[in-house]
């Protein structure tokens, strides 16, 4: 891991942009008639990372729901406090995980709860029976199609395991009062930091072609020292007297941290001829551990 390798992530990123995306965006902006309500469906580890921050503008003549997702691989504590946010900044908000359903009966009843007003204005006027149209959005691999499939019951959307899997736009019958049009994952046209880029390759938005792999679990593993540091012991078998007399060394931050790379990967038996460690396996069961929540319930993003 080298200072180059360290301090050369943000050129990689900053302009990455798929085309597909921006003609997603111009869909979006006429699909908006369609619908009386967005869904803003948001990572709940990374709650602001997680935001295309083009949609508040797009969307802003329409009622609007954010869904904190894969909220169980993300602190309670703070889950609170995002649904709090929100909820003070006139946005409703609900946690939901989208493997298990929890949390999705209370998101349909809220989008009830939102539109009820304008469901009485319908009946007082003799439009009975009219449903509600709902629009879902969210940037790639943020669970959306999970979300979606556990929400219809059935596996009506694409899932894969590749960000940007969902292409095509199709609407959902939620039940019989709320209809669901999906939209494919849409990013922004430039990241604003390098830290809200790392953030993603974290929780696996961008995809691992566009960023080297070493280099963001290290990022990782070094985000972990400084505020997650006993979840990585444990996961991991290291002390933190270990860590200490690694950290302590005479060196430049970054081999220190890579030292202790290595070491996981030792321990987790990546070894390749000569007794070296190969630290691309080791990196991506570092990135995939904690994409699954093997570390605990982490959030990057705290209020």
């Known amino acids: 891991m080298s200072e180059n390798q360290d301090k050369g992530l943000h050129k ?27 869904i803003e469906l948001l990572d709940a580890r990374i709650p602001m990372a997680s935001r295309n921050p083009d949609i508040g503008e797009i969307t802003k003549n329409k009622k609007r729901i ?13 889950n609170i406090k995002w649904v709090s946010y929100f909820e ?30 304008e ?38 959307a694409e899932v894969g395991n590749k960000p940007g899997v969902t292409k095509k736009k199709q609407w959902i019958r939620i039940n019989e009062k709320i209809e669901l049009l999906d939209t494919p994952g849409v990013l922004w046209p430039k990241f604003d930091s390098e830290e809200v880029a790392l953030k993603l390759s974290f929780t696996g938005t961008i995809k691992e072609e566009v960023l080297e792999r070493t280099e963001i679990a290290y990022k990782l593993v070094k985000y972990l020292l400084e ?57 991506k069961i570092i990135l995939d551990e904690f994409k699954n929540g093997k570390l605990g ?3 990057l993003e705290k209020i």
């Open 12 to 38: 990689n990123v900053i302009n990455w942009y798929p085309g597909h995306m921006a003609k997603t965006r111009r869909q979006i902006m006429e699909d908006l008639k369609l619908v009386d309500i967005v």
């Open 88 to 117: 003070n900044q006139g946005i409703p908000a609900v946690l939901v995980d989208s493997n298990t359903g929890k949390g999705i009966n209370n998101f349909v009843k809220r989008i009830e709860k939102v539109m009820e007003k």
């Open 66 to 78: 954010i869904v904190l997702n894969k909220s169980d691989l993300a602190d309670e504590k703070e």
């Open 297 to 299: 319930k982490i959030t």
């Open 227 to 283: 505020n997650e540091r006993e979840k990585l012991c444990t996961r991991y078998g290291l002390t933190n007297e270990y860590i200490e007399e690694i950290l302590n060394k005479d060196n430049e931050e970054n081999f220190n941290i890579y030292e202790i790379m290595l070491e996981i990967g030792r321990k987790r038996g990546c070894i390749i001829s000569g007794g070296n460690v190969d630290d691309e396996k080791t990196s």
């Open 119 to 156: 469901q009485e204005k319908e009946i007082a006027k003799g439009r009975v029976g009219k449903k509600i149209k709902a629009m879902i959005i969210g940037i790639p691999n943020v669970g959306k199609s999970s979300f979606i499939n556990r929400i219809a019951k059935k596996s009506t």
